[in-house]
């Protein structure tokens, strides 16, 4: 078969996808949003270690930028770790995003906090950043960013009352012989999830649904999630608002469904040297479509009713 004839055969099973849930005669769902997606970059002029090769991020970054510029997208986002360490290293993978059409969005990962301490309070405004969670509206329906390390051992200076706080929690979690016990990982605490409940019950009252945008998963539940994954985890099922959890931080990616909620873990773009991993995302009425590109599968979701 030729290629373009593939082409034409694949895009016409996904548009057939698409087509919207109601019966006959009904007229389409309202367009949703549209976006790009990309997980852990993790820049750093340093050689390759294992599978992460992290001086190739910034060309396939550059790609991704490139492939999303070919779409009318209403923003793209990056779940986390644009860097793996080095303040410098800022400059080199976020040198592709000038040439983006579509404005970027960035989660904040632990490894974005691997530079001198004294720069530690400078990383979310060198990322665009002006707060550390936040939530925006697009063709209805509501994005929140949470802040999954800000009970964190990395992204509070040495000797401040955050990082001793972070550094009990994480003794405790030790303790208790929890999965992510690990400094690596962080948790949202608890003044920020009472705030995300918030959000989630004004949507759920608007009949609104959300997405949120972290760096830590809550599921599968292995040793990357966040240190309160089940609290985190408890409103994300009550709400009935919430139908997806995008983040990064486990390269290997993941996906997990749970009371008809979409958890998805988006694969690490500095994985291997040479396979790309990013992905389109579209929401159209109660389906949402992942179109993946490289390591990144595409899935096709049903998403519940709030």
Same mark, same amino acid.
């Given at each position: 078969m030729r290629p373009g004839r593939r082409r034409f055969l694949k895009n016409a099973v996904l548009a057939a996808g698409l087509a919207p849930f109601a019966g006959g005669g009904r007229a389409a769902p309202r367009p949703g949003p549209?976006?790009?997606?990309?997980?852990? =970059?993790?820049?750093?002029?340093? =050689?390759?270690? %294992?599978?992460?090769?992290? @001086?190739?991020?910034?060309?396939?970054?550059?790609?991704?930028? #490139?492939? $999303?510029? @070919?779409?009318?997208?209403? $923003?793209? /986002?990056? &779940?986390?770790?644009?860097?793996?360490?080095?303040? %410098?290293?800022?400059?080199?993978?976020?040198? =592709?995003?000038a040439n983006a059409r579509a404005p970027w969005r960035?989660?904040? *990962?632990?490894?974005?906090? *691997? /530079?001198?301490?004294? @720069?530690? #309070?400078?990383?979310?405004?060198?990322?665009?950043?002006?707060s550390r969670r936040s939530t925006f509206d697009v063709a209805g329906v509501r994005f929140v960013i949470l802040d999954s390390g800000a009970v964190s051992t990395y992204a509070h200076p040495p000797g401040s009352s955050a990082r001793a706080a972070a550094a009990a929690e994480l003794a405790r979690l030790k303790a208790a012989k929890s999965p992510q016990a690990f400094d690596w990982n962080g948790g949202f605490g608890e003044e920020q999830l009472r705030w995300f409940d918030r959000l989630a019950a004004e949507a759920q009252d608007a009949d609104r649904p959300v997405v949120v945008l972290a760096h830590h998963p809550l599921?599968?539940?292995?040793?990357?999630?966040?240190?309160?994954? =089940?609290?985190?985890?408890?409103?994300? &099922?009550?709400? @009935?608002? /919430?139908?997806?959890?995008?983040?990064?931080?486990?390269?290997? %990616?993941?996906?997990?469904?749970?009371? *008809?909620?979409?958890?998805?873990?988006?694969?690490?773009?500095?994985?291997?040297?040479?396979?790309?991993?990013?992905?389109?995302?579209?929401?159209? *009425?109660?389906?949402m479509l992942i179109e993946g590109r490289g390591r990144e599968p595409t899935r096709d979701l049903r998403l519940r009713a709030g």
């Open positions: 549209a976006f790009g997606v990309v997980a852990d =970059p993790q820049y750093a002029d340093i =050689p390759d270690r %294992g599978r992460r090769s992290y @001086r190739a991020s910034v060309g396939k970054l550059t790609e991704a930028v #490139a492939d $999303f510029n @070919r779409r009318d997208l209403d $923003f793209c /986002v990056n &779940l986390g770790d644009a860097i793996d360490r080095d303040w %410098g290293s800022f400059d080199a993978i976020l040198a =592709p995003l960035h989660v904040l *990962g632990n490894h974005d906090f *691997g /530079v001198d301490p004294s @720069r530690l #309070a400078q990383v979310p405004a060198r990322l665009g950043i002006a599921l599968p539940s292995r040793a990357h999630v966040a240190w309160d994954a =089940p609290a985190a985890l408890e409103i994300v &099922l009550r709400r @009935r608002s /919430v139908v997806a959890w995008f983040c990064g931080h486990d390269h290997a %990616g993941a996906y997990a469904e749970r009371d *008809g909620v979409h958890f998805i873990t988006f694969q690490g773009m500095v994985e291997t040297p040479d396979q790309n991993a990013y992905a389109f995302v579209s929401i159209h *009425g109660r389906r």
